[in-house]
């Protein structure tokens, strides 16, 4: 089987750890599952910055959190950043633009209509949750 390198937009990672059942739920573990997570170090600081919110105290502990981080970076494929690319509309989103092309991704999963619009990248696809949970069932089909 091909190796498979996918994105997961900070969005989709902090919905996937709050509602493991949901359809991000589902496409984080899919994606760990049947393929390499990348990250970069921009990705996994906004991954910190935005779960170290003190919102998220009520859904889970630091120390959870901390310790999902902690198995994410042990889980995932660290990928240096070596091409600036500055095409989104929301400039915060271009690190994903670069890990994908950095690291070859296969696609980038999103919920972000800043990436949305802009699919495919460079020919890497940028789809939703859940059309990357439908392109499983697809796949296995097929």
């Given at each position: 089987?091909?190796?498979?390198?996918?994105?997961?937009?900070?969005?989709?990672?902090?919905?996937?750890?709050?509602?493991?059942?949901?359809?991000?739920?589902?496409?984080?573990?899919?994606?760990?599952?049947?393929?390499?997570?990348?990250?970069?170090?921009?990705?996994?600081?906004?991954?910190?910055?935005?779960?170290?919110?003190?919102?998220?105290?009520?859904?889970?502990?630091?120390?959870?959190?901390?310790?999902?981080?902690?198995?994410?970076?042990?889980?995932?494929?660290?990928?240096d950043?070596?091409?600036?690319?500055?095409?989104?509309?929301?400039?915060?989103?271009?690190?994903?633009?670069?890990?994908?092309?950095?690291?070859?991704?296969?696609?980038?999963?999103?919920?972000?209509?800043?990436?949305?619009?802009l699919?495919?990248?460079?020919?890497?696809?940028?789809?939703?949750?859940?059309?990357?949970?439908?392109?499983?069932?697809?796949d296995?089909?097929?």
């Amino acid at each position: 089987m091909n190796s498979r390198e996918r994105i997961l937009d900070t969005n989709v990672v902090v919905s996937a750890l709050l509602f493991e059942q949901s359809t991000p739920g589902q496409t984080f573990y899919a994606a760990l599952d049947r393929g390499d997570i990348l990250l970069s170090l921009p990705v996994l600081k906004e991954l910190i910055d935005v779960l170290g919110r003190k919102k998220f105290e009520r859904y889970l502990l630091r120390e959870e959190r901390e310790r999902f981080l902690d198995a994410l970076v042990r889980e995932t494929t660290l990928v240096d950043i070596t091409e600036n690319i500055c095409v989104c509309r929301d400039p915060k989103d271009n690190k994903f633009l670069e890990l994908a092309v950095c690291g070859a991704a296969t696609c980038i999963i999103s919920g972000d209509k800043d990436l949305l619009d802009l699919n495919p990248f460079q020919g890497i696809p940028i789809m939703k949750p859940d059309e990357f949970v439908a392109s499983l069932s697809n796949d296995r089909r097929a």
